[in-house]
């Protein structure tokens, strides 16, 4: 049998004023309240995760709001890391190898 490893891989987002940030993506299966970020003292919001070796798409959501990342929620405007969706809006990406 063959076994998948994975690595940690830390997510974060910078929303100051957020309430509430949490991560969906094809790892957790789009669940929007699955995986909460933790607020820090600098403003960004963190999240550490064994992810499998590959491609993973994702989108934070900032107080019940999806996003690719705060401030840049519709189409491609200087996101990091980010790619279209068929919804027409933008998710975010890491590759793990």
Not at 29 to 45: F, K, V
Not at 62 to 71: F, H, I, L, R, T
């Amino acid at each position: 049998m063959k076994t998948t490893s994975s690595k940690q891989v830390e997510l974060c987002c910078h929303a100051p004023e957020a309430q509430a940030v949490f991560v969906a993506g094809t790892f957790n299966d789009w669940r929007p309240d699955a995986t909460p970020l933790r607020r820090q003292a600098d403003g960004h919001w963190r999240s550490t995760l064994p992810l499998p070796h590959g491609h993973h798409e994702f989108k934070f959501i900032v107080d019940g709001q999806w996003c690719c990342e705060p401030g840049c929620e519709h189409e491609f405007q200087g996101c990091p890391k980010c790619v279209p969706n068929e919804f027409g809006t933008m998710n975010r990406f890491v590759d793990v190898t």
